[in-house]
Nanobody, 126 residues
Framework: QVQLVESGGGSVQAGGSLRLSCEPSGYTYSRRCMAWFRQAPGKEREGVAAIYRGAGGTDYSDSVKGRFTISQDNAKNTVYLEMNSLKPEDTAMYYC???????????????????WGQGTRVTVSS
């Protein structure tokens, strides 16, 4: 059973940067893609960024495009989310997820993911 462990969250001032890591325990290469989602208090979960295994193609939400970068280290089987120019509205719990299918990736649609981490909190102050 694959488990995902996120790390790297914290508190920063607006304009600052953080790097989140998602380290799976177990084999994830059969998963078509990995992604980061976030959920702020009182708001719905939002897809932030997704990366396709193999070719490494990416998807980003409009709210983070140009500021966040998702990447993967295949040797370490780890996925990262580099977050720059952080804004107070980026404050949320960030979750790593692995897609349920080895063939299909739903991108930023959470319905296509069936393995989730416990989350890491990001707080951005103005």
């Amino acid at each position: 059973q694959v488990q995902l462990v996120e790390s790297g969250g914290g508190s920063v001032q607006a304009g600052g940067s953080l790097r989140l890591s998602c380290e799976p325990s177990g084999y994830t290469y059969s998963r078509r893609c990995m992604a980061w989602f976030r959920q702020a208090p009182g708001k719905e979960r939002e897809g932030v960024a997704a990366i396709y295994r193999g070719a490494g193609g990416t998807d980003y939400s409009d709210s983070v495009k140009g500021r966040f970068t998702i990447s993967q280290d295949n040797a370490k089987n780890t996925v990262y989310l580099e977050m720059n120019s952080l804004k107070p509205e980026d404050t949320a719990m960030y979750y790593c997820a692995a897609s349920s299918s080895p063939y299909y990736c739903s991108g930023l649609d959470a319905s296509g993911y069936n393995v989730w981490g416990q989350g890491t909190r990001v707080t951005v102050s103005s």
